[in-house]
């Protein structure tokens, strides 16, 4: 175990749209903290029209004055042209000067999200991975982009960009082919998995990256109440069982929740995202805080 640990907090749409007042004072409290990166999720029409638009969740922190790198986790990249997404990326960095991370991946979970805006699921394979390429392609600085893509033909300019950093693209899933993706990015970002599987597709990967950054993102419920909340969450994000997600959720106090976190680690996860549940948002920053203060110091540590 080797390299920094970065742990972010994950802000649920329902977060997202506190009244301002509370939203200040959240971002206040993550920037006084030592969470070092806050995650928005994306969705369009999903589980009966639910969503948030994860680039403008992005947007609006920034506008409130937020202190950290920002993240998507993840952002469903087939819905959209990578084009545009690359764009909508770069405008972020030039104005948020803390960085940005886009975390994208698959979807399909909720079919009728993609014949929302014209598309079929069962093509979503394809288009994530020409549109994997054409993002990083757009992402980095060239003059001239050509590529006769099936699905997202790109021919042109590069894209101008000001003095903002250089966009990180990780790519979420745990089939094959999207290490086969994520070795076309930056790195991978897993979910819902036990620690050996992480370790096991963290091994895959290397061996076509050896330099991927490994991130791992999970729900967690803190205080006596942690289960119920993270229950409740699962019931109403994913409209599923929570019973099969309770081995990858971590509960109870900090130091339950950085030891549930600790193989990950070990095995090379430096970048966790943490989706607190729950409306105790107060809680959850005070906790995912000490949370990164005792994974900090085991990276130091190693």
């Not at 006084?32 to 994306?42: E, K, Q």
């Not at 105790?280 to 085991?298: K, N, Q, R």
Request: charged share 20%.
């Amino acid at each position: 175990m080797s390299g920094h640990i970065r742990v972010g907090i994950g802000l649920s749409p329902d977060l997202i749209r506190l009244d301002r007042p509370r939203m200040l004072d959240l971002v206040a409290r993550i920037n006084a903290s030592a969470i070092d990166h806050v995650v928005v999720t994306d969705h369009v029409a999903f589980r009966g029209g639910r969503g948030q638009d994860g680039l403008a969740a992005m947007h609006y922190l920034a506008g409130l004055g937020i202190e950290r790198e920002l993240h998507t986790g993840v952002l469903i990249l087939p819905l959209r042209h990578p084009t545009l997404v690359a764009r909508q990326l770069i405008d972020l960095a030039d104005i948020h000067e803390h960085g940005v991370v886009a975390a994208v991946g698959l979807g399909g979970d909720d079919p009728e999200e993609f014949t929302m805006v014209g598309m079929q699921a069962s093509v979503r394979g394809k288009r994530m991975t020409e549109s994997v390429e054409r993002l990083v392609q757009l992402l980095a600085e060239q003059d001239e982009i050509e590529h006769d893509g099936g699905f997202y033909p790109v021919a042109g300019p590069g894209l101008s960009r000001g003095s903002g950093g250089r966009v990180k693209v990780l790519v979420g899933g745990r089939a094959d082919a999207a290490f086969q993706r994520a070795a076309v990015a930056d790195g991978w970002l897993a979910t819902f998995c036990s620690p050996n599987r992480f370790a096991e597709g963290a091994a895959q990967l290397r061996t076509l990256r050896p330099a991927a950054t490994l991130g791992y993102q999970a729900w967690v419920g803190f205080g006596p109440t942690g289960r119920e909340a993270a229950d409740a969450q699962i019931r109403r994000f994913y409209d599923l069982d929570p019973k099969p997600f309770h081995r990858y959720i971590p509960v109870g106090g900090v130091d339950e929740v950085t030891e549930h976190l600790t193989p990950y680690v070990q095995v090379g996860a430096r970048l966790l995202n943490l989706f607190p549940a729950g409306d105790h948002t107060e809680i959850a920053v005070e906790g995912l805080s000490a949370v990164a203060e005792h994974l900090h110091s085991m990276g130091e540590a190693a």
